[in-house]
Structures are given as C-alpha cells and as structure tokens.
Nanobody, 123 residues
Framework: QVQLVESGGGLVQAGGSLRLSCAAS????????MGWFRQAPGKEREFVAG????????HYADSVKGRFTISRDNAKNTVYLQMNSLKPDDTAVYYC????????????????WGQGTQVTVSS
C-alpha cells in the first residue's frame, strides 16, 4: 500500500515556473514507477510524465517535453515535477501516481493516486 500527497501547486503567470512534490508513505516507494497526470475541467485525465523505479528512465507527454522534468529521491520517498515555461493550457489539477511495473501512459493502469494539487497559469 502506498499513500501519496502532492504539494506545490498554485497560481503563476505564463512563462513562470512551479515545482510539484509528491511525498509517499510506505517502505516500498523504491519498488514503484512514479508518474504525474493532469486533468483540466471537462477533459480526461492525461499522462504528463513518468519515472522508472531507479530514476534512470523517464517518459514525457509531447506537450510538456523540454519544459517539464520529473525526478525522484528514493531516500526521501518523494517524486518531483519541475515545470518551466508554463502556459495557460497547463492549467489543471495535477495528480501523482504509483504503479508496480514500467511506466505506462494509461491512467487506469496505475495503482495508487494522490488527491491532486491545482495549478493555474494566467495569461
């Protein structure tokens, strides 16, 4: 069992930056791939970024490549999402997720979810 708590969301102007954090409970954090998803009003939840168990492999949605960076610190049971050059289209609730296995982009294949943190980018 893994419990996830996101933080770091907020309101930022276009072009600005935010760093999201996701703190995980449990001693098996290092056994899970970690990911970030987002959901905007009226839209489906979509994959943003994922990082492998070791942190050596990452995967990004095309819409955030070159702007967002996912990383993890297994000693701190925490995964991060550094978001730069933010756009109004990035406005959404951002969710942290964990799964046993490789990174996949389908949200229903992830086992554990946080409650989400709101990110709002003003133009």
């Amino acid at each position: 069992q893994v419990q996830l708590v996101e933080s770091g969301g907020g309101l930022v102007q276009a072009g600005g930056s935010l760093r999201l954090s996701c703190a995980a409970s449990g001693r098996t954090f290092s056994s899970y791939a970690m990911g970030w998803f987002r959901q905007a009003p009226g839209k489906e939840r979509e994959f943003v970024a994922g990082v492998s168990v070791s942190g050596g492999s990452t995967h990004y949605a095309d819409s955030v490549k070159g702007r967002f960076t996912i990383s993890r610190d297994n000693a701190k049971n925490t995964v991060y999402l550094q978001m730069n050059s933010l756009k109004p289209d990035d406005t959404a609730v951002y969710y942290c997720a964990a799964r046993a296995g490789i990174i996949v982009v389908i949200s229903t294949r992830w086992n554990y979810w946080g409650q989400g943190t709101q990110v709002t980018v003003s133009s």
